[in-house]
């Protein structure tokens, strides 16, 4: 089983930055993919950014492409989701996910099956 908390959220004014942090810890050797996800409220949850642990490849919403950088620091097993140019509309709890993916379905959160508390971000 893997656990991750997730932290670094806050409040912010546009145009600031915040980074997240999400660190796991058991055993992750089932899974190749951490991604980061948000729910606004009345809102469906949504995938942000995802980076694959072979390779290191990283995916991102186009809502974010630009604005926001996924990276890992293996030694540490944790995860980070650097957030600049924040906009109103980033406000959102934040959810870090590991699991197996398959394809490109890196944004479907069924393919996660661990998942953190949330941490989190608003904007104003």
């Known amino acids: 089983q893997v656990q991750l908390v997730e932290s670094g959220g806050g409040s912010v004014q546009a145009g600031g930055s915040l980074r997240l942090s999400c660190t796991a810890s058991g055993y992750t050797g089932s899974r190749n993919c951490m991604g980061w996800f948000r729910q606004a409220p009345g809102k469906e949850r949504e995938g942000v950014a995802a980076?694959?642990?072979?390779?290191?490849?990283?995916d991102y919403a186009d809502s974010v492409k630009g604005r926001f950088t996924i990276s890992r620091d293996n030694a540490k097993n944790t995860v980070y989701l650097q957030m600049n140019r924040l906009k109103p509309e980033d406000t959102a709890m934040y959810y870090c996910?590991?699991?197996?993916?398959?394809?490109?379905?890196?944004?479907?959160?069924?393919?996660?099956?661990?998942w953190g508390q949330g941490t989190q971000v608003t904007v104003s």
């Open positions: 996910a590991a699991g197996l993916v398959f394809g490109d379905r890196w944004f479907s959160s069924s393919q996660y099956n661990s």
């Open positions: 980076i694959y642990f072979i390779g290191g490849r990283t």
